[in-house]
């Protein structure tokens, strides 16, 4: 919605740099959903193989819309324009934010088993779903989900952290949203206070603390591994 890029994105993106500095991996993932916000991914790659690569990626998905008469400026969903985005360009840049400010040490496929250190994004399709399973197979062990409209994302073979970036909707869905990001919205945290909040939950969910969607038993039907092209 309108508060991710200025909430939740950005908490997660601190969080993600503070993981970093401490030798932990970072993974960002949805091609589409950076499409327009590339520059700012490639201006920080470790050299320009890496750099190279995120470009391929960002390519092949406009050939790939473009041969199934779609188009890459068409992501923002009906949920994400009700939610006050109206374009992709919006979209993305807020959805850059979630990869914090560290250099991009890799660029990988989906469900490439990831063996770099540090922040590295990972290609897939916006579907959350899908993209989720792809980075689950590439080695996650924590997924972070960010919401503004609501999304009760759980995930059996992985714990799904939900973070909330309004507090009107984590009010509402207190209990399925395990961090509420709307206090930075409110004037009431700094994006800061609440990255450190993310972080301090990744060490305990790591550690054994179950998630709102764990705890409930939720996460059976949401592996969904991506299926290129048509299916029958």
């Given amino acids: 919605d309108g508060y991710s890029g200025i909430t939740a994105n950005p908490a997660l993106g601190f969080a993600a740099d ?14 589409p959903e950076i499409y327009g916000a590339e520059h700012l991914l490639t201006r920080r790659a470790v050299s320009d193989k890496v750099a190279q690569k995120l470009i391929e990626r960002i390519k092949w998905w406009e050939d790939y819309t473009a041969r199934n ?46 063996d770099a250190k540090g922040f590295v994004f990972m290609d897939s399709p916006g579907y959350d779903p899908a993209s989720i399973t792809g980075q689950v197979a590439s080695g996650a062990n924590v997924v972070c989900f960010t919401t503004g409209r609501g999304s009760v994302y759980g995930n059996k073979p992985c714990p799904s952290i939900k973070l909330a970036t309004n507090s009107a909707m984590y009010n509402k869905l207190s209990e399925d949203m395990d961090v509420n ?48 092209g048509a299916v029958m």
């Avoid at 970093?20 to 991996?25: K, L, N």
């Avoid at 807020?94 to 990869?99: F, I, L, N, P």
């Avoid at 990001?181 to 179950?210: K, R, Y």
């Fill in 69 to 114: 008469g779609g188009e890459m400026d068409n992501n923002p969903s009906p949920g994400n324009k009700a939610g006050g985005l109206t374009t992709i360009l919006e979209k993305s840049l807020g959805a850059a934010a979630k990869g914090g400010t560290t250099n991009l040490a890799g660029v990988y496929k989906y469900g490439e088993p990831v």
């Fill in 18 to 31: 503070t993981l970093v500095r401490h030798g932990g991996t970072a993974i960002l993932a949805e091609t």
């Fill in 181 to 228: 990001c709307g206090p930075i919205a409110d004037g009431d945290a700094s994006v800061e206070d609440i990255g450190t909040e993310i972080f301090e939950m990744f060490l305990a969910v790591a550690s054994g603390q179950q998630t709102k969607s764990e705890a409930q038993g939720l996460g059976d039907a949401e592996f969904i591994p991506w299926q290129v």
